[in-house]
């Protein structure tokens, strides 16, 4: 008897442990083209101001961001995306990893154009750092009729190819939105004002 | 009439000895052990390097092997020496870590977001502040806040080194991509190489005669003398230089990306 009350204890005791530890989320997020380390760590000071954020790691090299979060308040994946591009930053891809094992991830597929359909293009866009380039090309994709939007830094020029039902200044619209002025539409002071001090082109 | 020619061509060859030469080169690479390295100090006529990613201070040896190691820090960033030992700016958690005589101590500063910096020179010293745009003197009995974030003089965008000698603050006030010089009241002095195309000013040091530079991402050291006239650049063997120092006769400059320190001698 005393030794059946004595593992009955014991299992009890491990039960109540396992409960009291906290059950976190996994956030995994990859980011283009992060530049130096003071506003690399800009990105994880940003995160930071989640309370109860846990094993933060960040690699400068590969882009790789992770982190732990308490499971009990979960962050969405729109809260994640958004904290990213708050810090300035593109994010390439997101997953989350709930403590029931429920994954999801960023972004999902989009449509691919005809190849019939399509005509190669160039814009003048202003930008400084890779972080810019990331930033440039991904407003450019956002676009589901864009191809392909690639960016170069000495000739500032973003190369492109996309549907021949879209026009320039429609691109350009959503390249000033993230802040980089372009050929067609300048970026307004707010959103320049806002964007990591790397990528900060105007003189 | 050659009386006064024999005077004049001495007086020219007086001038030119006064004058030391200005000419550094390219002499070594010193490959780092997987070290992602911001910042370079001297402690006892040893490299020590700040190495943000792995969050912790290595010493390194002549061949780039690491010597001794101190973890448990959050970003060091521009660490420098401080009584025999080293200040650690802890970018991550916004204090100023002293480590020396065996013992760790949180340095007693005004509130800071992101100490990216700091330096001292005799009982004085100065951090810069890279979320708050500003710099903290500390003038040996108050503390003096400089700056604000703009970009006319006076006013900083994200400074990240400061280095303090007997007169004046100089400030790398990086994404104003340029020098800022202050006395020790805090007053504003004059700008240095804003004229110069400068790409991210992160890493600056001095001595009597010159101010050396890092252009992060046009990868040059610009050396100027102290009125601010170039008086070289070095582009060789560089890749987004982010921190340096002047060791004997040695300039030492740290690559970031590479995990590398490029070492120039003066010729």
Request: charged share 25%; proline share 3%; net charge negative.
């Amino acid at each position: 008897m005393k030794k059946i009350i004595s593992i009955v204890l014991v299992h009890l005791i491990g039960i109540t442990t396992l409960l009291g530890q906290k059950q976190l989320d996994k956030y995994q997020i990859q980011v283009d083209g992060l530049g130096c380390p003071f506003c690399a760590y800009g990105l994880e000071k940003k995160f930071k101001e989640f309370k109860g954020i846990k094993d933060v790691a960040i690699k400068i090299e590969t882009g790789d961001f992770s982190f732990q979060y308490p499971s009990d308040k979960p962050l969405t994946m729109i809260q994640v995306i958004d904290q990213v591009k708050k810090a300035g930053y593109t994010p390439k891809t997101a997953s989350i990893i709930r403590i029931n094992g429920v994954e999801e991830s960023f972004p999902d597929a989009t449509e691919i154009s005809n190849e019939a359909a399509l005509r190669k293009s160039e814009i003048l866009v202003s930008g400084n750092c890779d972080m810019c380039k990331a930033r440039i090309e991904a407003a450019a994709l956002s676009n589901s009729k864009v191809q392909s939007a690639i960016w170069d830094l000495e000739s500032q020029r973003l190369s492109l190819v996309m549907n021949t039902n879209i026009d320039k200044e429609t691109i350009g619209k959503l390249i000033a939105e993230v802040g980089h002025d372009n050929e067609y539409v300048k970026s307004i002071d707010k959103v320049y004002d806002e964007l990591p001090p790397c990528c900060l082109y105007r003189k | 009439m050659r009386k006064v020619l024999y005077i004049i061509i001495g007086v020219v060859l007086l001038q030119s000895c006064k004058q030391k030469s200005t000419s550094w080169t390219f002499d070594h690479e010193i490959q780092l052990e997987k070290v992602k390295p911001v910042g370079i100090a001297i402690v006892n006529d040893t490299l020590w390097v700040s190495d943000a990613e792995g969050n912790r201070i290595v010493q390194i040896g002549e061949k780039g092997y690491i010597l001794n190691e101190k973890t448990g820090f959050d970003r060091p960033m521009h660490i420098t020496d401080f009584k025999g030992g080293l200040a650690i700016p802890e970018y991550g958690k916004d204090v100023i870590t002293l480590l020396y005589n065996g013992t760790t101590e949180t340095l007693k500063s005004p509130s800071l977001d992101a100490p990216a910096a700091i330096d001292f020179y005799e009982d004085t010293y100065g951090i810069a502040d890279f979320y708050h745009h500003k710099v903290h003197f500390f003038d040996g009995t108050k503390w003096i806040s400089i700056g604000e974030k703009g970009k006319e003089n006076g006013q900083f965008h994200y400074p990240t080194d400061i280095h303090i000698s007997d007169e004046f603050l100089y400030v790398a006030d990086a994404y104003n991509h340029r020098i800022q010089i202050f006395d020790k009241e805090g007053k504003f002095v004059k700008i240095m190489a804003a004229d110069l195309e400068i790409n991210a000013a992160t890493g600056v040091w001095g001595n009597d005669e010159e101010v050396f530079l890092t252009d992060f991402e046009n990868h040059r050291v610009i050396i100027l003398n102290t009125s601010g006239e170039v008086k070289q650049i070095l582009s060789e063997e560089l890749s987004n230089p982010i921190d340096l120092i002047v060791f004997k006769n040695k300039l030492y400059v740290l690559n970031f990306k590479l995990g590398t320190i490029s070492v120039f001698k003066r010729s």
